[in-house]
């Protein structure tokens, strides 16, 4: 776990890069940095390694103040990527990548594998091994830091705008293989980017930053993009474009989940295994005649009452197929169930469109 | 009037290997002393860069000193020996040396410092294993031009009595012989020439990264 408390950075000249950060990572989590340029991403980033030291407030890592750390100990359990790969260019790819275990004193037998290993884990063919960094194109340097920062094993990764140097299609490319490695090598991941679409795609979490250093939110992607804390983040993850581009969306180019319902009569032992089966605790409640009823909270229904006496006072908006995602978009942020039941042009069950689904429509079409 | 008398230079084959070997020691130990210096006085102007400036002007005005005048100069102090021919070829160098591995080194990506600093690498090791290894192109360019500009230096030298094959330009002058003045001539030049195409060989082993680079 990572924490900023009451962070504070203000560099010689005066500039105060980051004023009082709080902030909390948990393990595992990915975090994506993001906000206007100058306003002191980098900086928090480069704090957590000690490439900066915190003049305010402290900095920890696993519980542990990093002013108490010995810098390069610290550093050879962190991995950092930087926007232009900062690869070595006088070392084989092979020797990029063996880096930090060397330095950790690893026994020879023991690196070899590790290097096809990496290589493989950012999808590089092991024939590069033996050429030099400029030898690559601008995104396989860019995989080949990636590799490089992993390599050691260390638990948490530092990313600084680590795909920005790359043409759009590379990028794309890049941070599809992101989402594919952070699922895999279960790291805690700081991410730099000033691209909000590339936090929103790419993060578990999102801690905006405004000028001068200051934390404006800090939430999941739906949650910010649903409820912007104040007009700069509003302005800034762009809630207006993506807003009209749901009301331009109809319901039915969404795919649905099943959700699965339950009838009215389930009684609470069913109605907990199909809220486990769809892992969440809310659970449409769906009658005879197909008609959708209310959501049912698996975690409040005591034996001995049934899916349909809990239904009836939530929510019971759906969306047929003609319904805006806009429409859809305000019935899922106003249900508990944080989902909209999508139903057929008869007014029957058809499925569950999740907030994350819709949020994830108006930002990608 | 034949341009070269071979039956001299058959006759004094021994006395021409000893002077080109004299000169090969002094240009050699020149180089040797002068990177010596040359390298802490780089790494302490990098560390504080104030000291760059003065450093760069003090090395700079030596080197602008006529050679002669500043063997004379030491005459006083270490005599015609080979210590006075070693002291100036070695200021010599100075500048040379000083310029490039300070520029070398600051020609470092700061990208790759900053990767290397965060990768955990010591200030030692950063050193060793990234700074110097980058800068090697550029300290090999000035070693080479040390070298070769030490080699024809070192011939002065014959007027303090050392001078390695310089001795031969004095000897044929004196005695208005062009035998030994061309010998001496065409071995020098011919020593500077091997000894930079052997640098460059050694500048490319050592740096397989930007041969291939076919910089
Ligand atoms: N070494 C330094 N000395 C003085 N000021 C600095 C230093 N490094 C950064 N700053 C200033 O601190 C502020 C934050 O810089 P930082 O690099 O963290 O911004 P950033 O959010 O990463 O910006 P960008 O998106 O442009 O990379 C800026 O005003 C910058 O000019
Ligand atoms: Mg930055």
Redesign the pocket.
Known sequence: MIRFEKVT?R???G????DALDLEIADGETVM?V????????????LINRL?EATGGRVLVNGQDVSQVDPTQLRRGIGYVIQHAGLFPHRRIEGNIATVPRLLGWARAKIQPKVDDMLETVGLDRTVAQRFPHQLSGGQQQRVGVARALAGEPPVLLM??PFAAVDPIVRARLQQEFLDLKKRVRKTIVF?T?DVDEAIKLGDKIAI?KEG?QLAQYGRPVEILARPADSFVADFVGRERTLKRLALMTADSLDVTPGNPVDPDADAERVGAAAAEAGQPWVPVVGEDRRFQGWCDSRRLVNGHTAGQLAGGLSIATVGPGDTLRTALDAALSAESRSVVRVDAAGNYLGVITLERIAEAGLWS | MELIRWSWVGRHLDDIGWLFVEHIQLAGLALVFGFAIAFPLSLMALRWPRLYGPLLGFTGVLFTVPSLALFILLIPYTGLSKATSLIGLTIYTLLILVRNIVEGLRGVSPHVLDAAKAMGLTRTQRLFQVELPLALPMIMAGIRIAAVTTIGLVTVTALIGQGGLGRLFIDGFTRDFATPVIVGFVLSVALAVVVDLLLVRLQSALTPWHDEAGR
């Open positions: 950075k560099f010689a000249d500039t105060t890069a980051v940095l906000g206007p340029s100058g306003c002191g991403k980098t900086t928090s980033l480069r900066e600084d705008e730099v000033h930053l250093g």
